[in-house]
């Protein structure tokens, strides 16, 4: 059986296509997560997603994936930049995790540029737009396969 990536999505990934395409893309949640199935597939790995706008469904998830799943990608949204909380689940875990997000808020407003998730991860994926999904699931497939 293929091992399980868990790929997390923040508050407001929902809204995307829709929300501020200037900055995220024409593309929605569902196109992403079909790009990081696909490579996950082709790597051998299989992608259970979950979005949520709630950061303790975020919690749960990642407490859910201890000792099942092989590796988390996250986007935590806005999430990113103050919840330690989310900090402290994925330090938890056992395995790769890796933060990604769309933009590269390192270029953009000052608050954004605090991620207390890049203290927990493995490694962190910024400003690829959609082409991160796919680089994240392979940066995962090198890290198991290590
Ligand atoms: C984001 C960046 C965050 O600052 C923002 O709050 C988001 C999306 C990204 O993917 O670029 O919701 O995580």
Do not use: K
Request: hydrophobic content about 45%; charged content about 20%.
């Amino acid at each position: 059986m293929s091992q399980i990536v868990l790929l997390l999505s923040g508050p407001n990934l929902n809204l995307l296509g829709d929300r501020a395409p200037e900055v995220y893309g024409a593309e929605s949640l569902d196109d992403h997560v079909s790009a990081a199935a696909a490579m996950a597939d082709r790597c051998g790995l299989a992608i259970e997603h979950h979005q949520s706008n709630d950061e303790a469904v975020l919690i749960d998830r990642i407490q859910q994936a201890r000792r099942r799943c092989a590796a988390i990608i996250i986007n935590p949204g806005a999430f990113t930049h103050y919840s330690w909380a989310i900090h402290d689940a994925l330090a938890a875990f056992e395995g790769p995790v890796v933060e990604l997000h769309l933009s590269n808020p390192n270029a953009r407003e000052p608050w954004r540029h605090t991620s207390v998730i890049s203290p927990v991860a493995t490694g962190t994926i910024v400003g690829f737009g959609g082409h991160g999904y796919e680089l994240a699931v392979e940066a995962v497939a090198r890290l198991l396969a290590r």
